[in-house]
């Protein structure tokens, strides 16, 4: 990996081990991704009490827009809720986050939201985010989003002024071409910078799953690279989209020294091309 391909450590799935941390900062890993939901709720406290002498070293992204509901997950737009929620994190981390990144925006329209509503609500939310920013709650904000076309959708339909400086996505080679597609296009829609530019989840959340048996991975690195298949599937996920930075889900101090050692490993750009025109035949 060359500069500015940035391993963040994701806690989606993490027990919150003290251990991680310090070996993340051992590989010199100096990014954090959480959530005010993940740890059913408690991820940002746990961070404080576990490792509250080495949280200032690290760059710690979070997200809002997940709240308990009754039963399951419930999401919200509504502005007070996000500023709540903002104003909650700081004083859970016991610092305001680097980036605080709206979650997964497009929930509205997927739960049924009519346009009208949608594209208030949309705006209106990106109005609380920004506005914790300004009052010093997040360093930066930005958006996550799952549903890249969903997304993308709705900005075309509701173009928003305030822009984020951040923008997550899915990558890698579970990504379908249309959601690389959509990927691109929200990154220039957004005018991101490429340092804007941030990946997620590139093993698709199941790495033990059977699709990473049938991965035909080599012709996509330059010849004689001896890697595992999660190996070079995480150095493709900066490609897939391009991306600045991926969050990836480590329990493990060595599968985190196994992603670690593919920083060396080289991409031709002649065989992203070709592996996403093929892509976009096959999806067709
Ligand atoms: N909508 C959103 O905003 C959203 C959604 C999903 C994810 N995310 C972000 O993306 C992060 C990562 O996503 P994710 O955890 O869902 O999925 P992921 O990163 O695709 O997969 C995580 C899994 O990969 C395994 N793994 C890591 N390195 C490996 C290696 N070298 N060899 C074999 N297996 C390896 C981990 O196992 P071990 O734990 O055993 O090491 C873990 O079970 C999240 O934590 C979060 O920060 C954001």
């Excluded at 929620?85 to 859970?92: I, P, Q």
């Excluded at 490429?194 to 790495?207: D, H, K, L, N």
Aim: net charge negative; with cysteine; glycine share 6%.
């Amino acid at each position: 990996m060359t500069a500015g391909h940035r391993i963040v450590l994701g806690l989606h799935r993490s027990a919150h081990r003290r251990e991680i941390f310090e070996t993340a900062l051992r590989l010199g890993i100096r990014d954090l991704d959480t959530s005010y939901s993940y740890f059913d709720f408690a991820s940002h406290v746990t961070l404080a009490k576990t490792i509250p002498d080495l949280l200032g070293e690290f760059f710690i992204s979070t997200k809002i827009g997940y709240f308990p509901g009754s039963g399951e997950l419930e999401h919200s737009l509504d502005p007070k809720r996000l500023f709540r929620a903002a104003e909650r994190t700081a004083t859970d981390l016991a610092r305001p986050p680097a980036l605080l990144m709206l979650h997964n925006p497009e929930r509205g329209i997927i739960l049924g939201d009519s346009r009208e509503h949608y594209r208030e609500s949309l705006s209106l939310a990106i109005d609380a985010m920004a506005r914790a920013s300004r009052s010093g709650l997040c360093g930066a904000w930005g958006i996550s989003t799952w549903l890249h076309r969903s997304f993308l959708a709705a900005l075309e339909s509701t173009p928003i002024e305030q822009k984020p400086s951040v923008l997550m996505v899915r990558c890698g080679l579970k990504v379908s071409a249309a959601d690389l597609d959509a990927a691109d296009d929200l990154f220039a829609c957004l005018d991101l910078p490429p340092e804007g530019r941030w990946g997620m989840s590139p093993f698709g959340g199941a790495p033990r799953h059977t699709f990473w048996k049938s991965v035909i991975y080599k012709p996509l690195l330059a010849p004689d690279e001896e890697v595992t298949v999660h190996q070079a599937a995480f150095r493709l996920s900066f490609e897939l989209p391009r991306v600045d930075r991926v969050a990836v889900g480590c329990d493990s101090p060595e599968h985190l020294a196994e992603l670690i050692q593919t920083r060396t490993l080289t991409v031709p750009e002649e065989a992203i091309h070709a592996y996403r025109s093929v892509l976009r035949e096959l999806q067709n």
